[in-house]
């Protein structure tokens, strides 16, 4: 397994993922590249250094070192911690078994664990990140403004500094669905004449038949991500994925799946054909009553496509409880979600500013009655 640091073919300086520009940057001689610039440069580099690595990458051999670890939330079991040596500075980076891309602590340079996405780890797609980290910023702010009670901590610099872009990996899923209803429609006319009410019942045979095209539906595939997080953020634009290519990772960090398509095949199924057969009923005209003798939802070509698809998160911990709050960015259209701690003392403070005023005025106008 190697680690993997996207270079500047220039300067040899680390290049990085610009959301706004859509390019890559390189941090030390400020040139920039697309990902089709690259994938060009890519052949002259293996034919002039005699390497063999893909998109334009600089990347060094290395036999991980695993050590003992705490276990991850709802795995149930002990997760290993994985070392790995940075190729540019020679610190030692520590990963987990699901991480897939990261940065060295120390020279601050990203690296891409490419065993992690090899194989049946590697993703058919990504959707680059399209919001970069000041905007994702700003989106924060703006969403904490009518929320007073918020602890300071949560937002001051040190830690929205702590904000993180993640590539979280989802397992899509697309189909045809061949829709088939069969009903009973009613209508009623009620109309009077003189002292007498009449009704009339009219029955008509409802029929609906049609197919429908499923694309890409997702689910979570990482077992430690917080389900509220990740699905808090939904829906992606899956229209603007890529093929996969590491660079898009680069100045990222990136998960790997650990969950297989299987998991998931009853649940959305069932879900598909709920969705289809509420199509066919919705399509039935304007009957005050319809009932349903019988339907059917046939799945054709079912596929499964794996992605990473990017969010902003920032965790914070509360001091005392250890309770962990969160906000979550979706970094292609910026929706976002989170859960916020609540400080007592702004809390009380606000109550002493109501309470106290409103009861001073009642025990004033009680006195002179």
């Known amino acids: ?7 500047c073919p220039n300067c040899g300086g680390g290049l990085q993922f610009d959301p706004a520009a859509q390019n890559y940057e390189c941090e030390y001689c400020l040139s920039r590249f697309t990902q089709e610039e690259l994938e060009k440069i890519a052949p002259k580099v293996k034919a002039e250094e005699g390497k063999a690595e893909p998109d334009s990458v600089q990347a060094e051999g290395l036999v991980p070192k695993e050590v003992a670890g705490g276990g991850a939330e709802g795995q149930g079991g002990t997760e290993k911690a994985v070392i790995y040596t940075c190729p540019s500075c020679g610190a030692e980076i520590v990963t987990d078994d699901t991480t897939a891309a990261s940065f060295c602590f120390y020279c601050h340079n990203p690296v891409i664990l490419q065993g992690r996405l090899e194989g049946k780890y590697h993703p058919d797609h990504v959707l680059p990140f399209a919001i970069d980290k000041e905007k994702a910023t700003e989106i924060f702010l703006g969403w904490l403004k009518k929320k007073r009670f918020v602890p300071s901590d949560f937002y001051a610099p040190e830690q929205i500094e702590k904000m993180t872009g993640v590539y979280f990996p989802y397992w899509l899923y697309s189909c045809q669905v061949e ?14 004449t003189g002292n007498m009410q009449y009704t009339e019942t009219q029955k008509y045979d409802v029929f609906r038949s049609g197919t429908m095209d499923i694309a890409h ?11 509220k997080l990740v699905e808090g953020v939904m829906p992606f634009d899956t229209r603007t ?13 990136a998960e790997k799946r650990d969950m297989e398509r299987e998991q998931f095949q009853p649940e959305v199924e069932q879900e598909v054909r709920g969705f289809a057969a ?7 005209g304007s009957y005050n009553s319809v009932s349903i003798r019988s339907q059917e939802a046939r799945i054709r070509g079912p596929k499964w496509e794996y992605a990473l698809l990017p969010v902003w998160t920032l965790t914070y911990r509360e001091a005392g409880t250890g309770q962990i709050y969160y906000f979550a960015c979706n970094g292609q259209s910026g929706k976002v979600c989170g859960k916020l701690p609540v400080d007592k003392k702004k809390l009380w403070i606000f109550f002493a500013e109501i309470f ?6 009642l025990l004033t106008a009680g006195y002179f009655i």
Request: proline share 5%; hydrophobic share 45%; no cysteine.
């Open 1 to 7: 397994m190697a680690t993997v640091s996207i270079k």
């Open 356 to 361: 106290v005023p409103l009861l001073a005025v």
């Open 217 to 227: 539906v997702p689910r979570n595939a990482l077992k430690k991500a917080d389900k």
């Open 241 to 253: 994925m890529k093929p996969f290519s590491m660079g898009f990772l680069s100045g990222f960090f």
């Open 179 to 192: 829709g088939r209803l069969d009903g009973e429609g009613t209508r009623l006319r009620v109309w009077q």
């Open 278 to 284: 509420d199509s066919l009923k919705g399509s039935i």
